[in-house]
């Protein structure tokens, strides 16, 4: 029998940066809740997130502009994409959904979708980090999007462009202008573009922390465990299993688990097409350089941040399942290409780290009530987004489970959707 609990509280499962804010808006709104996750909170991709506020960031990752390079970075050993070929045979059907995806009509519904989204995040993630007492996370400064010359900059117009169909403030910076916001770059870095609201987290697993801290000290609850499955009855949801033989009751859940999802979703028979986009990262401390602002070179396709007490490396995506073991050549690469931006950079004193973004193939979240069982909730399939869109999440998901109007139509996040 599942243990009874006089009112069983409801659980969140999964403790990373969506979870945690989940848990805190709802145990803040009075709604007793208990986390489960089967490590530590902030453990997972939380942990290695390149820590920005990327609202610029929103568009498909299928839209044409990718299409266009996908050959030149898959034959490249080196490139910003790597598909392990053992693993191309289970990765095909989320390959198809993603191809089908790129349609002119979907890539532009797909836009809206997450620019809505992005929209919201600062009405949503601001009053979240003042609750916590966490503003001062928040850095004033933007993003630099990176050029070596004209033909790169007309390459991403395509991007460019997007952000100026939805209003998003950007600035065009070149030459020593340039040079004067961030004296480390290299002479070669010709232009730029300034995304103002592209600010970041001084640390990110720190944040996730204070978020926890915040939840316990209003009376929720954190446990360790590994959820094995459900149980269900005419009214919905009854209890959940977990690996270690208990069986907690709760007639609600929120599936908040990032790439693990997935399974979960599957156990309740709703699968979702939910893969994990593997991401790679090299924290230098000492680099050697200073920056004030987070940059980025989509030519190279690396995002380079300062947080966690030196400069974060990343942006590689590798598609190879949850299981395969890490290849850190990737995050090598990351470094050596950081170097070209930033010539005395120096990377002595690292540390490399493999984290699992979860990737749906329309690159738009799932923040939905399950389709099938009445008293489950999913909030995943983030991306790279998790960190950017964790508050919004947490205010729809609260807003659902309240009986409240969410801030805005969610049925583009629907779990039913494919």
Not at 102 to 124: F, H, T
Not at 363 to 372: L, N, Q
């Amino acid at each position: 029998m599942p243990e009874r609990r006089a009112l069983s509280p409801i659980v969140v499962i999964g403790a990373g940066i969506v979870g945690a804010a989940i848990a805190f808006e709802l145990q803040r709104r009075g709604r007793d809740t208990l986390v489960i996750d089967r490590d530590p909170p902030g453990k997972g991709a939380s942990f290695g997130n390149m820590a920005s506020i990327a609202v610029t960031e929103f568009m498909p990752a299928s839209r044409p502009g990718v299409w266009a390079q996908m050959p030149k970075w898959l034959l490249d050993p080196e490139g910003p994409v790597r598909f392990r070929p053992s693993y191309m045979p289970r990765l095909l059907p989320w390959f198809l959904r993603f191809l089908a995806a790129s349609r002119p009509s979907k890539v532009k519904e797909l836009e809206a979708a997450g620019a809505e989204l992005c929209a919201r995040v600062y009405d949503d993630l601001l009053p979240m980090l003042d609750a916590i007492g966490a503003l001062d996370m928040l850095t004033l400064e933007g993003c630099l999007s990176l050029y070596a010359d004209e033909t790169e900059f007309r390459a991403d117009r395509e991007h460019i462009e997007v952000l100026e169909r939805f209003g998003i403030a950007h600035e065009v910076i070149g030459g020593n202008l340039l040079r004067d916001l961030e004296p480390a770059l290299a002479a070669k870095i010709g232009k730029a573009v300034l995304f103002p609201q592209n600010r970041s987290i001084t640390d990110p697993y720190r944040l996730v922390l204070l978020l926890v801290e915040a939840f316990e000290r209003l009376g929720g609850k954190v446990e360790r465990g590994e959820v094995a499955g459900f149980e269900r009855d005419a009214d919905g949801l009854a209890a959940i299993r977990l690996m270690d033989g208990r069986q907690l009751a709760a007639s609600e859940a929120i599936l908040a688990a990032g790439a693990w999802t997935r399974r979960l979703s599957a156990e309740l028979g709703e699968p979702m097409p939910l893969e994990t986009e593997r991401g790679y990262h090299t924290q230098i401390m000492a680099p050697g350089v200073s920056l004030k602002h987070s940059l980025i070179w989509p030519a190279r396709a690396f995002m380079v941040t300062p947080t966690a007490g030196g400069l974060r490396v990343g942006g590689t995506v590798e598609m190879a399942g949850l299981d395969a073991p890490p290849d850190y050549r990737r995050a090598k690469v990351l470094v050596k290409r950081a170097k070209e931006a930033l010539p005395d950079l120096q990377a002595a004193e690292t540390s490399e780290w493999m984290g699992h973004r979860p990737a749906l193939p329309d690159t738009v979240p799932v923040i939905s009530p399950s389709a099938k069982t009445k008293g489950v909730y999913y909030a995943t399939g983030h991306g790279h987004l998790g960190l950017t869109y964790a508050a919004t999440t947490a205010r729809i998901v609260g807003d659902l489970v309240t009986g409240q109007p969410p801030p805005l139509d969610i049925r583009p996040y629907r779990v039913d959707r494919f």
